[in-house]
């Protein structure tokens, strides 16, 4: 086996693991640290697949501000049911069913598509991808317009989100 | 070199972890950690067909890019609400929080 098939499979094994504990475990404290583990992996398969900057984006954005986000919103709205009492709803069981449900049609989907023994091209030597990356997010011919409607969403979200959570005694 | 279906039924099994997350967790802030990983299985999808597609199209980083941004700010406005509730309600269980319901 290849290098990259050996770490391919040790972080889509951590991923599921840590995902299969976030929906799982008990304290929350413990799931959002599962979460950054999981996402540790999910940084690992960017890497894995030549998206360097994406790596090191899911690691700044999602693990240093996402992240700990959620570890301070768990720490503020802590006094419910940390360890005790029952963590799912009395429905889980048909939740179950229904994700398999889902994971079972997706892996139908899959099989059935022809496409997937795919192996990717190699990037030539010459292409920068970043570079690359950067002139498709500021050129008019590319995608300069979504890119600013995304910041305009993130500013009126974080606004936003000041507001909702303002004392306004 | 990896074939692209490990990503792809990788990608699915973590959106079905996260889709049981999403419906049988009773805590609020439960929930967006589980919509945080469907959403990262959503990226994963998004990279691996660009890598496997072509390459010198970035359209699949970009949309990766967005996600993140979309994604940063469901949070913002989620654990804000969420807090919000709490301060008002003292709960944040997803069925205690049935103000609107008929």
């Given at each position: 086996m290849a290098a990259s098939q050996i770490i391919f499979i040790f972080s889509a094994a951590l991923i599921i693991a840590s995902a299969v504990m976030v929906v799982s475990s008990?304290?929350?404290?413990?799931a959002a640290l599962w979460l950054i583990a999981a996402l540790f992996g999910v940084a690992i398969l960017y890497a894995v697949l030549d998206a360097g900057f994406l790596a090191v984006v899911q690691v700044v954005v999602y693990i240093g501000a996402i992240a700990i986000m959620f570890i301070f919103a768990v720490m503020l709205t802590h006094r419910d049911m940390r360890d005790s009492g029952v963590q799912v709803n009395p429905g889980w069981p048909l939740a179950a069913v229904l994700s398999l449900l889902t994971f079972g049609g997706l892996f139908a989907i899959l099989s059935k598509w022809n496409g997937l023994g795919n192996l990717p091209a190699p990037i030539p030597g010459t292409t920068n991808t970043l570079a690359q990356l950067g002139l498709a997010l500021t050129s008019p011919d590319a995608y300069?317009?979504?890119?600013?409607?995304?910041?305009?969403?993130?500013?009126?979200?974080?606004?936003?989100?000041?507001?909702v959570a303002m004392n306004k005694k | 070199m990896i074939p692209l279906n490990w990503f792809l039924y990788l990608s699915a099994a973590l959106f079905s972890i996260g889709l049981f997350g999403v419906l049988a967790r009773r805590n609020a802030v439960a929930i967006l950690l589980s919509v945080e990983l469907m959403l990262n299985a959503v990226n994963i999808n998004l990279v691996a067909f660009w890598r496997y597609g072509n390459t010198a199209s970035m359209a699949g980083q970009v949309f990766a890019i967005i996600v993140f941004a979309v994604a940063a700010a469901e949070v913002a406005v989620g654990l804000s609400l969420i807090y919000s509730i709490y301060r008002r309600r003292g709960t944040i269980i997803a069925d205690e929080l049935d103000l609107m319901k008929w």
């Open positions: 008990r304290n929350l404290i413990h300069v317009l979504p890119f600013e409607v995304a910041s305009v969403l993130l500013l009126a979200a974080l606004i936003g989100s000041v507001y | -």
